[in-house]
């Protein structure tokens, strides 16, 4: 037992932390300058890393009686830290850093110009989340900091959090990125106490930030006020333009007209049938035709030109999809209520955005540009420990690029995260729809485009989901059985762009697996046909009606940690093919196969895709830690179903999505690389920018921290049952154990309760249950 004195060390430095109370969306971002304080912790000797024991809490943190005293004092925090560093920006955090901005403006016009696109967490670095995490948060894990001979020091408290600012000049048409450092944050309630200090700001040239809602809404009124889209419309037989929908478009690049000096959108047109139906589906009615095209810096349309005088579709009598005669419909009577039910309470346990789940614990983050973003993901296995996996998950980016070569489907190349924002369109989510059982939400807080703060409650469900069976066997001498059953933690989010719906999940397993998901659904983005005219770039839906032929793309960037602490480059990647033997001696009955593994030594190397005749997969592997065998442990990512861009080399969307050639790219860990595409895809006329760019370095990934950057796509082709709203498509991968392990981490789950009591949907015999046959009367 320790002594008292011991003791009162101990509760000195673990002080207890909240873990943070508030949500809010922020973009990922390293520090962009070091701050006062030089807050690195001493590299670990080559002695030191050898030496894989963990050391206790008590030797960590007292004085080595060896050394000189002076050197070994330890600071003791005056108070327990409340925000963890990887913590989204509060609303307060957004205020502050709005107004520190606008008040650092030059003059009155600069800063009545402001419209702040992003105001997000500025991400510090690893060695600040791991100091963090070893003696200022629970579960207090000092193992993630390197081991000195002279002992560690701890600073009495965190370096001050910063936010990174996309700020937008409507009235210089200039884009700039500000830092901000939030050196003291009290609540909203106390109003004119809050500080911040700007550490850096630049102008980016030649760029367009994405787009906000608040511009999409003004450009809808500004076309449908121009005279001659009013004109247009009337020959179309419209008079009424509240029926009218207009759908601002990025412009991408196709021209040189479409450079960044001037912040342009495309419309898309769309109209109802009745005005006083607000659930009718609008995009039934395409109005094809009409040229338009906007200056977003000053709202004013620049392009007009009715060029094709298309009829509108009749009004198809199944475009509608609310619930029974509001459709014209019958909502089906036999669907009887599903309870999922959890008397005790959920398994998992939440402080702040820390989430433990069984043997899983991880951070929950979110941004406006990526949504749901998930930190320093472990598992914690016996004896070893904690046992990290990976530093950072999200979803980075998606492209949709349509198939149809006719205007206006040509320029449909949307980048849904870098144009418009995946978090940024999250929904609320409710209860016993998006999300079943018993359910622990988080809320969301971004900035709008004038600088206010607006909060997305329920935008985040954390909840169990059963999934069937997750281990079985019985033995047929005996007739006994063993059955377990699989349950998963499911974190998730669903948005909204324009048309369609994407709900994106992270999924873990009791047996070591973590599983991202898209779910895909909404409305079918659609084109008008005249009488006798089809296409053959797409699907008839209904009389005057087609959907053009699609892809989705998305893109996963994974900060891989296999067994590494944070900012550790002990990682490397084998690909793995399966080989098939070559007939002769060691196959005399061509019945052999074989997995053959090759490191993928540099990044050119390592721009692969998939392949489904060797069963391709990919390893990342720790180079410095075994299991049992001997063998280095990893985690494998498994592709699912997978397709490749079916434009042709040359098209234009390409040159901004040159992502997409391959589904897989591996890069050394890098501060600033962090979109595939680069932060500003929205009109970016340089080729190749992102993840082609940086992988021409070539660096060495032999021993790395390692970026996995997973492309998976889905190609579209439209169906009659995808109308009037499109079932869920489901899309995604697997992160599975291999060798990370010594045997199935999942054969320690408990039995459930079986019910084996007869029901009345049992089948019977005579009025009772069927008997059960041994396993061996079975078998004879």
């Not at 030797?59 to 000189?68: E, K, M, T, Y």
């Not at 999409?216 to 509240?242: L, Q, S, T, W």
Request: charged share 25%; aromatic share 8%; with cysteine.
């Amino acid at each position: 037992m320790a002594t008292t004195a011991k003791k009162a060390t101990l509760i000195n430095v673990y002080c207890a932390a909240d873990g943070g109370k508030s949500a809010a969306a922020g973009v990922r971002r390293e520090a962009a300058s070091a701050p006062a304080v030089d807050w690195r912790v001493p590299s670990a000797t080559a002695e030191d890393q050898k030496d894989k024991k963990a050391a206790s809490m008590a030797s960590v943190i007292l004085p080595d009686s060896s050394s000189n005293a002076a050197t070994k004092v330890i600071q003791v925090m005056p108070r327990a830290q409340t925000v963890h560093p990887l913590d989204p920006l509060s609303a307060a955090e957004i205020s502050v850093a709005v107004a520190t901005v606008r008040a650092a403006g030059a003059t009155p016009e600069v800063r009545d110009g402001m419209r702040f696109i992003e105001v997000v967490l500025l991400e510090p670095d690893k060695h600040v989340v791991a100091l963090a995490d070893a003696y200022f948060f629970p579960p207090f894990q000092p193992s993630l900091l390197p081991r000195t001979k002279g002992g560690l020091a701890i600073p009495s408290k965190l370096p001050p959090r910063r936010a990174r600012l996309v700020v937008y000049n409507k009235k210089s048409n200039e884009t700039s990125i500000w830092i901000v450092e939030l050196t003291e944050v009290h609540a909203t309630t106390r109003g004119g106490h809050h500080r911040g200090k700007v550490i850096s700001s630049a102008v980016v040239l030649d760029v367009q930030p994405p787009m906000d809602a608040v511009e999409y809404a003004e450009c809808e009124a500004v076309v449908k006020d121009y005279p001659p889209f009013i004109e247009a419309m009337k020959k179309r037989g419209i008079d009424d333009m509240d029926l009218v929908m207009v759908d601002p478009w990025c412009v991408g690049y196709h021209r040189e007209a479409d450079a960044p000096s001037r912040r342009l959108a495309k419309p898309l047109i769309f109209c109802r049938t009745e005005s006083d139906c607000p659930l009718e589906n609008g995009y039934a009615r395409p109005v094809e035709g009409i040229h338009v095209l906007v200056d977003m810096q000053n709202m004013v349309v620049i392009e007009f030109e009715d060029r094709k005088l298309v009829p509108l579709p009749p009004a198809d009598p199944l475009r509608n999809y609310s619930p029974g005669e509001t459709r014209g419909g019958v909502d089906r009577s036999d669907v009887k209520p599903l309870q999922i039910v959890q008397p005790e309470g959920p398994s998992f346990r939440v402080n702040g955005h820390y989430v433990e789940w069984q043997k899983w614990n991880f951070r929950v983050g979110f941004t406006p540009r990526e949504g749901l973003v998930i930190h320093s993901v472990a598992y914690v296995d016996g004896s070893r420990g904690r046992r990290p996996i990976a530093h950072r998950l999200s979803f980075v980016e998606m492209v949709v690029p349509y198939g149809d070569p006719n205007d206006p489907h040509y320029r449909k190349n949307a980048f849904d995260a870098g144009e418009d924002g995946l978090g940024r369109n999250a929904h609320s989510l409710k209860k016993g729809c998006d999300c079943l059982g018993y359910i622990k939400y988080f809320d969301a807080h971004f900035t709008n485009f004038t600088g206010g703060v607006e909060t997305t409650e329920n935008c985040v469900c954390l909840h169990e989901e059963d999934h069937g069976i997750l281990w079985k066997h019985q033995d047929w001498r005996t007739g006994l059985a063993e059955v377990r059953r699989s349950r998963r933690l499911t974190v998730s989010f669903i948005c909204t762009v324009a048309n369609y719906e994407y709900g994106f999940y992270w999924h873990f397993y009791q047996d070591g697996k973590i599983e991202a998901e898209v779910k895909l659904t909404g409305i079918l983005s659609l084109g008008s046909l005249q009488p006798g005219e089809s296409r053959k770039y797409g699907t008839m839906i209904a009389p005057g009606l087609y959907a053009p032929v699609h892809q989705h793309f998305f893109v996963a960037r994974m900060d891989m940690a296999v067994d590494s602490k944070p900012g550790e480059a002990h990682n490397q990647v084998v690909e793995v093919n399966v080989k098939v033997e070559e007939p002769g001696k060691d196959n005399v009955h061509n019945n052999a196969f074989y997995a053959e593994e090759t490191l993928l030594r540099s990044e050119l190397e390592a721009m692969r895709d998939c392949d489904p005749f060797s069963a391709r997969h990919w390893i990342i592997r720790n180079t410095r830690t075994v299991n049992r065998n001997g063998q280095l442990t990893g985690y494998k990512l498994v592709p699912g179903s997978n397709c490749l861009p079916l434009a042709g080399p040359e098209a234009k969307f390409m040159r901004r999505a040159a992502f997409l050639k391959h589904n897989l790219w591996v890069t050394p860990y890098r501060r600033g690389e962090d979109f595939p595409g680069g932060e500003f895809p929205n009109q970016n006329p340089r080729v190749g920018e992102g993840l082609a760019s940086y992988v021409k370095q070539n660096r060495s990934l032999e021993e790395a921290d390692i970026v996995l950057w997973y492309v998976f796509g889905i190609t579209h082709v439209p169906r009659l049952e995808d109308w009037p709203v499109m079932p869920v498509e489901r899309i995604g991968f697997m992160l599975q154990p291999h060798g990370f392990f010594n045997c199935s981490p999942a054969v320690d789950v408990p039995p459930n309760a079986c019910e084996t009591d007869a029901k009345d949907s049992d089948v019977k015999d005579n009025g009772g249950a069927k008997p059960i046959p041994s396993g061996v009367i079975a078998k004879l």
